[in-house]
């Protein structure tokens, strides 16, 4: 599938910034042998005092940016063309018993090395209610099972809700409530996953929505998501599960950043010269190219 994408994240301040200095990761990546990205172009207005562009650890694509002039909002906005492929099934999977001797076997220590992704990262801690959860639930004879069984079972109890965390609720308070956003689903698995010695990260991207059947699509409707990529062993490699619909990442899912968790991957962040608060707005189209 071929796709026309546009992402739009504004940032308005209640009082003008002097200054500011960003950081944005909007990008599609290339995933080889899934997913191609062309044309990409990421504009800033107004437009930046200095710019740097460069690829972080983990190979997403980062663009630097710093404001001297007094300003009061920010927006970046993305367009790129982006060819999506369905993954191909998994080989089969480890079983847990031997993930363990096949990660101290690994001497590989680049971006998608599964050893980075085993630890404890800054929003994802090791919580001992999750690992309990997660010894309850995982249920298979080996990574890719168990990892399935978990994504379903993430799917199952937690609520969708939008009003119930915030960018920065702590893993555990949004476990406990069982409710939450794709942020909170995808680090819900993680968790878990890393309990039970699989390595597990987190991918941020868009997924395309399909409107009823007779009715137009919805200009900036389409949305930013977020999903986990699980490691099923040596022979299975890395899989991508959406607990959020229940489903393996497919067609509809176009990856942007991928990391340990959230921090690593946020689409925009920095530091401003500034006083009061500010409000963010996003418009996300991700649009087939038969109807561009």
């Known amino acids: 599938m071929i796709y026309d994408l546009r992402l739009r994240l504004s940032t308005r301040y209640d009082a003008p910034a002097g200054a500011g200095r960003h950081i944005a990761r909007m990008l599609p990546l290339d995933v080889p042998g899934v997913q191609r990205a062309a044309r990409g172009r990421l504009a800033v207005r107004p437009e930046p005092d200095e710019r740097w562009e460069r690829l972080d650890f983990f190979g997403n694509a980062e663009v630097e940016f710093a404001l001297r002039r007094p300003h009061r909002g920010v927006e970046v906005e993305v367009t790129a063309r982006v060819e999506r492929g369905r993954p191909a099934p998994p080989g089969p999977g480890t079983p847990l018993a031997d993930l363990a001797g096949e990660l101290a076997a690994i001497r590989d220590l680049g971006p998608l090395s599964p050893l980075h992704f085993l630890a404890p990262s800054a929003m994802v801690p090791r919580e ?12 298979g004879d080996d990574a ?113 950043a991928r990391g340990r968790d959230y921090a690593d991957v946020v689409p925009v962040k920095g530091i401003l010269r500034t006083a009061g608060g500010q409000a963010v707005a996003q418009a996300v189209d991700v649009i087939p190219l038969d109807e561009a």
């Open 128 to 139: 001992g209610a999750v690992a309990a959860w997660a010894r309850a639930e995982g249920r």
């Open 144 to 256: 890719v099972a168990v990892s399935r069984a978990l994504s379903a079972a993430v799917h199952r109890d937690w609520r969708y809700d939008g009003e119930a965390t915030e960018v920065d609720t702590p893993l555990l308070e949004a476990f406990a409530a069982r409710r939450g956003v794709c942020q909170d689903f995808s680090h819900v698995l993680i968790a878990g996953l890393r309990s039970l010695g699989v390595p597990a990260g987190y991918v941020s991207g868009l997924i395309r929505t399909v409107p009823p059947p007779g009715r137009p699509r919805l200009e900036g409707a389409d949305a930013m998501h977020a999903w986990v990529m699980a490691w099923g062993g040596a022979r299975a490699g890395w899989i991508e599960l959406d607990p959020t619909n229940a489903v393996e990442a497919g067609e509809d899912h176009v990856v942007v």
